[in-house]
């Protein structure tokens, strides 16, 4: 069974950035392709994007506008969102997801990390 859990989330004034961590136990994360979503208050939850087990991104919605980057390291079995120039609306919960390949169905949910962008 895999179990993913984020990290990273926080306070951040607008204009600052966060990295978000996504590490996972139980079973290596290499063979998995890693989802990111997030949901704000009120609203749906939404994809961003999507990096391969071979580390290529698949950009799902890019509500972001190139500000988050999307990376992993096998080695440590984490996968990150690097997240800057944040604004007010980026004020989310974000979850990863461990899916066999980018776009199938979602097989693990991690179970998020409270971002708030606010000055």
């Known amino acids: 069974q895999l179990q993913l859990v984020e990290s990273g989330g926080g306070l951040v004034e607008p204009g600052g950035s966060l990295r978000l961590s996504c590490t996972a136990s139980?079973?290596?994360?290499?063979?998995?392709?890693i989802s990111w979503f997030r949901q704000a208050p009120g609203k749906e939850r939404e994809g961003l994007s999507c990096?391969?087990?071979?580390?290529?991104?698949?950009i799902i919605n890019d509500v972001w506008g190139g500000r988050f980057i999307a990376y992993r390291d096998n080695a440590k079995n984490t996968v990150y969102l690097q997240m800057n120039r944040l604004k007010p609306e980026d004020t989310a919960v974000y979850y990863c997801?461990?899916?066999?390949?980018?776009?199938?169905?979602?097989?693990?949910w991690g179970q998020g990390t409270q971002v708030i962008v606010s000055s």
């Open positions: 139980g079973i290596s994360l290499e063979a998995f392709a």
């Open positions: 990096i391969t087990s071979r580390g290529n991104i698949d």
């Open positions: 997801a461990a899916e066999p390949r980018c776009r199938n169905p979602i097989e693990f």
